[in-house]
Structures are given as structure tokens and as C-alpha cells.
């Protein structure tokens, strides 16, 4: 047992956990699935290379993979994919990353998986396939379908195979002329389809449509497509049928009051050519479809709903009659609950999250709030007297809003500090820039707080969890008023005399381009900082990013780059054209696969420190692309971050 160290300043902590032993065993799980009492859910490896595998638990309690371990289940539609997998009671169809083909298998069967899809397409384009789902008669797979392009644009379609024929096939188009598809689901008597579909310059979360059709012998009804509900300003995702073939979605809407219903993502139901309010709470019942299948509700047999619900950057249970639109509140054991499906009448399977326990797989009884805990994403090497548990922050901004964020104060059990010492800060920054701060407990935020930092997770504007009219306040504000919110949150807490004022700043994509933002904006607030696979050149990202995102920019910049006030934007935020401005040492990491912020973005900003003496550190990740998944990059990255902050804040070696 170490002995209490009393009067041992923040800065001389160390922590009790290592880099090493945040990523030992650590696995994330995603899109949970149950067909006939048996539960799947897929695992993001990072011990295996970053892949990931297909588990399965049977109805009589025996876990296994389903696939080889040479099979990476991961699809490059959109870049960042989602759930591309299905599962009926004898099969798995799934997209294999590396050549991105589909396939099936046996789920019990010592065999090879077999390919479904063509190499290459007769037009030359490799095709990508997500959100597959099987119509209920066994013999069509419906999918989002896109083709990749050497030397055009990508096009996306919705698109079938009849996996009835035991030949290899390119895929028949059944929807096209929409720049983009979303989450096609079917009725569960197989005769309407209903899918998501909007245009550039929009984004799943500001401006979508949702469309219903009829289906016939494995293709959409010619004339049969009618738009329910949708267009400028109107947000929808979430999309289910019922047993009776009626048809659910959450909607939001822009420019409403902020206590409106339409200012928050709630249920509503088609049915006759008629839509009805489910809900009408100030809370999230969606997420940002950054993903396929991004989905965290879903019907019990009764036909009750049961969904989580976000409120203030924390995640809720909740139970809502669709008839009386009664909807009840648990009192779940845990703060976030991710991927849902149902298990039986009174059970549901899901991935929880907590501040204070790692992630699991868990099943839950919806009458007594006990779980059985399937599996848990990593060992926790950490006591409670080490843990710290976040604390919801709301702070004014310096134009009169407010934002927020969770504040993790130092916690480790073998120091005492000198009475009234502060800690010295790191703030982190999520992506996006649309999503917000998780409520996982991470060790890797533990680490640092462990070594004697404070941590602020911040929820700047245009965070999803704080209504519709939060999320759009960075509409043609970026890199302005997140970089300001960030900066507000610091003096803030300064202010309250939480921190000192000794600041680093570290965030990934969208966050890395804020750390870079900030770091040239505000040159005395941030001593340090490190960015992740961030953005320093708005010019080169747009000319160089994926479909999916090439037009996002135009909205949250507020001009097109075709055009000359466009472009003088870009020049103007973007961070490459301000380093005259730059105190601070920064250290920069990014993947050599990237195709979201290429590696020529990072590249480009690291020339020009060079060329201009400023102090840097820059590191590249083979086999990487737009968010590390190998255990050993994840761990190097940590392990030089935490080294550069020492060095720079403390003068440590």
C-alpha cells in the first residue's frame, strides 16, 4: 500500500494507471441486435488491429465470434459507416472492410463466408454497402448503396440483391436521384418501404425527408414513393414500423422557441395519411445520424415504446404508450443507453453507460431495474477512491448565451494537495462539430485526471443533447463561436476559482480544428495544445473530404468556397493563416488512411510551423484513419500527449 503523500503539488502526481493500461484489454461495443433470444453485437477490437468482429450470445448463454478473425465487419459509406450487418436465424450478411463486398455465412458453421457482391461494378466503381435488412420473406436484402468513383463524385442509391440466386452480383438500384439514403426499413408484412433522403448542401440532423412506398417482389412500386413529412429546416430520423404497419420517427424542426416540442427531436406516428405527436418534451429522443442505424429506442411487445431520451448531456430511460401518449420515466442504474432493442415484454438489451463503471452489455428488467451484465468493454484497474465523477457545468458566454460542459476534478487516492491549490486544466473537445460529450466512463479521462488535472468536457453551441435551436446556433458560426465558448469556459472556471489558470487543449477532427482555432485565437488563455487529425486549412479539407461532408462546410460556414465571400471566410478561420498569432506549442496526430481530414490537411500546417520555428511535435499512424482503433496507436498517442503537456506546462523532461 503507497503512503499518503501530503502538500504534493497537481503537477507531481502520478497517475496510478498507464497508457498501457487504458488500452490493455479496452473493446467498444456497438449495434446490438436480438432474433429469437439470442443477442448480437458487434466489438471494435483495438488488440486486433483495430478490427471488428460479430459476437453472438445464444438463447442458452454460450458467447462466440460468428466470423473468422481475418473478417474486419466495417463499411466505408458516408466514411464513417455504421451498422452493416444482418442477422437471421440461420445466416449473417455483412460487408467485409476489406475489399467492402457483402457476404454470408452460416452462423453456426465451420465455413468460409461466401461473397453476395460483385469486385468491381461494369462501370468501374467499387461499391459500398450499409444498413443492410432482410425482407421478411428471407429473399431480398435491402441496402444504402454507393458507388466509389477514381475520378467523379460518389453516388448513393437504395439498392437490392436476391440472395435466393447462388451467383455473385451487382446490386439492382431500386431509389436514386438524391445525393443521399438513410436507414431504409421495411413493414413487417414486407409490403412498404420507408427510407430517409435529403440533398447538399444538408445533413441528416438539419434537413431530411422521410418517404414511404410500395414494395413488390424485391422492388419499390413505380409512382408508389410519397413524402410524408420533411424539407428545409425539418430534421427526422429514428424511423421504425410498428406490428401494424404504422410508422414512427423523431422530428425537429429550426427556428422554434426553444420550449416549443418542434425544438426537440420527439416521436411522432404516420398512419392514413395522417401524422400524430407522440411526445412533446424538451428533450432529445434522437441522435445525429452520423451512422447507419443510429437508433436508441424500440417497441416491446405490447407495443409500448421504450427509448432513451437525451436531457442536458446525460441519457434517460423511459417508457411512452404510443395510444394514451402517457410516457413514464425510469430510474435506470446508468447514464447513457446506447443501441436498444428489445429482449422480451418486461427486458431490453443495450449498451450502458456510466460515469463510475466501464461500459457494458447489459440486460435490463424493466420492472425491477436489475441487469445482467453479458460483457463489459474493458477490466477497470482503477478503486473508487481514484475515480472522478463528473459534475454537469452551465457557464455564461461572453455574448449573453450560456453552454456547458462536465467538469472532472483530480482524484487520486495517494495526494494531498497544499491547501489552496488549484489544478491546472485540460479542456477537451468532441467531434463533429454536430455531437456532444459522452457519459462513458473512459479511462483514458481518468489518466489524466488521475496525473492531477482537471478535465472540462465541453458541450460548446452547435452540441447535440440541448434542443434544435442550440445545435444550429453554429450555423455559419464556425470556428467563431465554439472557439469563443471554449474560451469562456476556461475564464469561467478560473473565475470560480475550480482551476488555475495554466490551460492545455486537446480534441479530435472537428475538436482538433477548435485546439487550433483556439490556440491562435486566444494565445494567453491556452498554454498547450494537441490535435487530433484537426483541421488547420479549411481550403484544403473542402477540396479534399469525402462526399458526405463536402457541403456540411458551406452550412456551418455560411458561404459556399466557389465564391468570393467564401472564400475569404475560409482564409479568415482557418487557423494555418493566423500562426504569427501562436504562443503555445502544439503536438499533432493523424492517420495515413484518412479520407474525412486527409493527411495533406495535417501535413500542410505542420510545413509551415516548421518553417516558421514554431515548436511542435507531429506523428502519423500507418493503417489509421479518422479515429485510431489499433491498440498500440492509441496508446503512443496518449502516452506523447500526456509527455508534451508535462514538458510545456512544467518544464518536466
Known amino acids: 500500500m503507497e503512503k499518503l503523500q501530503n502538500n504534493t503539488p497537481y503537477h507531481k502526481w502520478v497517475s496510478n494507471i498507464t497508457p498501457e493500461q487504458v488500452f490493455e484489454e479496452t473493446i467498444s461495443f456497438y449495434n446490438v441486435k436480438t432474433v429469437n433470444n439470442n443477442i448480437y453485437w458487434s466489438e471494435l477490437r483495438p488488440a486486433e488491429n483495430g478490427r471488428i468482429a460479430i459476437v453472438c450470445r445464444s438463447k442458452e448463454g454460450r458467447i462466440f465470434d460468428i466470423l473468422p478473425e481475418e473478417v474486419n465487419v466495417r463499411s466505408r459509406v458516408h466514411e464513417y459507416g455504421g451498422l452493416c450487418w444482418e442477422v437471421d436465424e440461420e445466416y449473417i450478411y455483412f460487408v467485409n472492410f476489406v475489399d467492402q463486398r457483402l457476404y454470408r455465412k452460416k452462423i453456426i458453421a465451420d465455413e468460409a463466408p461466401i461473397p453476395l457482391t460483385v469486385e468491381k461494378n461494369i462501370d468501374g466503381s467499387l461499391g459500398k454497402y450499409a444498413a443492410p435488412l432482410l425482407t421478411p420473406d428471407g429473399k431480398t436484402l435491402i441496402f444504402v448503396y454507393e458507388k466509389e468513383f477514381a475520378d467523379k463524385e460518389n453516388e448513393n442509391y437504395i439498392a437490392v440483391i436476391d440472395i435466393t440466386k447462388n451467383s455473385i452480383q451487382e446490386p439492382t438500384i431500386i431509389v436514386e436521384g438524391k445525393d443521399f439514403y438513410f436507414d431504409p426499413i421495411i413493414s413487417t408484412e414486407g409490403h412498404q418501404l420507408a427510407w430517409l433522403q435529403y440533398n447538399h448542401p444538408n445533413m441528416p440532423w438539419n434537413s431530411t425527408e422521410l418517404v414511404i412506398a410500395d414494395f413488390e417482389n424485391g422492388n419499390v412500386v413505380a409512382g408508389s414513393e410519397k413524402i410524408i413529412v420533411g424539407g428545409e429546416g425539418i430534421s427526422i430520423g429514428g424511423i421504425r414500423f410498428d406490428k401494424q404497419g404504422r410508422l414512427y420517427f423523431v422530428l425537429d424542426e429550426e427556428d422554434q422557441p426553444e420550449d416549443s416540442p418542434r425544438n426537440w427531436w420527439n416521436f411522432y406516428q404516420y398512419e392514413n395519411d395522417e401524422i400524430r405527436a407522440i411526445t412533446q418534451e424538451n428533450v432529445e429522443f434522437g441522435l445525429p445520424m452520423w451512422v447507419f442505424r443510429f437508433i436508441s429506442w424500440d417497441f416491446l411487445p405490447s407495443g409500448r415504446i421504450v427509448a432513451n431520451y437525451d436531457k442536458e448531456g446525460k441519457g434517460f430511460l423511459a417508457l411512452i404508450d404510443p395510444i394514451t401518449k402517457v410516457l413514464e420515466s425510469l430510474n435506470s442504474p446508468f447514464d447513457d443507453h446506447i443501441s436498444l432493442r428489445t429482449y422480451s415484454e418486461h427486458e431490453i438489451v443495450f449498451i450502458g453507460h456510466s ?3 466501464p461500459a457494458a452489455l447489459v440486460v435490463l428488467d424493466l420492472q425491477t431495474m436489475e441487469y445482467e451484465v453479458i460483457k463489459t468493454s474493458f477490466s477497470n484497474p482503477m478503486t473508487e477512491q481514484d475515480i472522478s465523477i463528473p459534475q454537469q457545468i452551465e457557464y455564461p458566454t461572453s455574448d449573453g448565451r450560456k453552454a456547458y460542459g462536465k467538469l472532472y476534478l483530480p482524484k487520486n487516492k495517494n495526494y494531498r494537495v497544499p491547501e489552496g491549490e488549484r489544478p491546472p486544466l485540460i479542456v477537451m473537445v468532441h467531434g463533429g462539430p454536430t455531437g456532444r460529450t459522452n457519459c462513458q466512463y473512459l479511462l483514458s479521462k481518468q489518466f489524466r485526471t488521475n496525473q492531477g488535472y482537471a478535465l472540462f468536457d465541453v458541450d460548446y453551441s452547435g452540441s447535440t443533447s440541448f434542443g434544435r435551436r442550440y445545435r444550429d446556433s453554429l450555423k455559419t458560426q464556425w470556428g467563431v463561436i465554439d472557439a469563443q465558448d471554449v474560451k469562456d469556459a476556461v475564464d469561467y472556471l478560473v473565475k470560480q476559482d475550480l482551476v ?53 462546410i458551406d452550412w456551418l460556414m455560411g458561404a459556399s468556397l466557389d465564391s468570393i465571400e467564401g472564400e475569404e471566410i475560409y482564409k479568415e478561420r482557418s487557423p494555418i493563416n493566423h500562426l504569427d498569432k501562436l504562443k503555445s506549442p502544439m503536438i499533432l496526430f493523424q492517420g495515413k488512411e484518412d479520407k474525412v481530414v486527409t493527411p495533406e490537411v495535417s501535413r500542410e500546417m505542420v510545413n509551415v510551423l516548421k518553417r516558421k520555428g514554431i515548436i511542435y511535435e507531429y506523428v502519423e499512424y500507418e493503417g489509421e484513419g479518422h479515429g485510431f482503433r489499433k491498440k498500440e496507436s492509441n496508446i503512443d498517442s496518449l502516452t506523447k500527449e500526456a509527455a508534451f503537456f508535462r514538458k510545456v506546462l512544467f518544464g518536466d523532461s
Open 355 to 357: 460515469f463510475q463503471k
Open 500 to 552: 488555475a489558470p495554466k490551460v492545455a487543449i486537446t480534441g479530435g477532427s472537428a475538436g482538433g480544428y477548435a485546439v487550433q482555432r483556439a490556440l491562435t485565437l486566444f494565445p494567453d488563455t491556452f498554454q498547450v495544445g494537441a490535435s487530433y487529425f484537426g483541421i488547420g486549412n479549411l481550403v484544403t479539407l473542402t477540396k479534399l473530404t469525402h462526399k458526405f461532408e463536402s457541403r456540411y
